[in-house]
């Protein structure tokens, strides 16, 4: 039992059809892989999903683990109140989790909710999944402003702590690329954009981790990226591990990258 499988997913709230009303047809391919990967999420039966989170609550040096029993939220941001998302937390792994970081001495803790209702970065993923598989219980992870070598150590941390409590868990990194591929766009044109796009899901789709800590800092702000950080912590939980990564798709006509990548577990390596 442990970590049997991760996730890189976009979480662009436009691809929820009640939101979208159709414009999500615009991205099909996206749409497209975010079923199959819902589909493999639920082959594996989780009876956790650990999902890290963009839009989770972030400090600038300390990782943000939500707290209670439960939660939910709505995509009334959006346009679409009436569809809502809600689950149990697995509050026995985030205690492991806590104590395992202490244990590292990475900041990381329950302290600091600011906001109970789940974020549309854990939302999107949930979506899908929900579509496929409902029998597990969730644990979310907010960024730092830390180094990404922290990131890769909380994956670590998270990997070292599903182990030990012998969960059947899924692990789904929700982060977009970069928000500047186009002139029109919501964040204009840069052309560290499509460059950053062009690396990660390079890096992403032959499971080369470790380069993921070569992108320098300035390179990823000036592309306006989203999910480096959280990649990077799905990159240190399937630190040691033997995995069969595919590439499922890529797009970015809006001027906003959207990859989806999986990977199975196949042995300890």
Known sequence: MGISAAFMLPHPPLIVPEIGRGEEQKISKTVDAYHEAARKIAAHKPETVIVISPHQTMYADYFHISPGSCAQGDFGRFGAPHVTIQAGYDTQLVQLLCRQAGLRGLPAGTDG?????????????????????????????????????????????????????????????????????????????????????????????????????????????????????????????????????????????????????????????
């Open 113 to 269: 909710e600011r906001d109970r209702k789940l974020d549309h970065g854990t939302m999107v993923p949930l979506y899908f999944a929900g579509q496929y598989w409902k029998h597990y219980r969730l644990v979310r992870i907010g960024l730092s402003g830390l180094s990404l070598k922290k990131h890769y150590e909380l994956g670590q941390c998270i990997r070292e702590a599903v182990a030990a409590l012998g969960r059947r868990t899924v692990l789904i990194a929700s982060g977009d690329l970069s928000h500047r591929l186009k002139a029109d766009g919501p964040y204009g044109f840069s052309k560290e954009g499509p460059e950053y796009d062009r690396r990660v899901m390079d890096v992403m789709k032959r499971a080369a981790f470790g380069e993921l800590l070569a992108f320098p800092e300035d390179f990823c702000e000036k592309a306006a990226e989203c999910g480096h950080r959280s990649f990077t912590i799905l990159a240190g939980a399937l630190d040691g591990q033997e995995v069969l990564a595919q590439k499922l798709s890529y797009e970015g006509p809006f001027g906003v990258g959207y990859g989806i990548c999986t990977y199975e577990v196949r042995a300890d390596d």
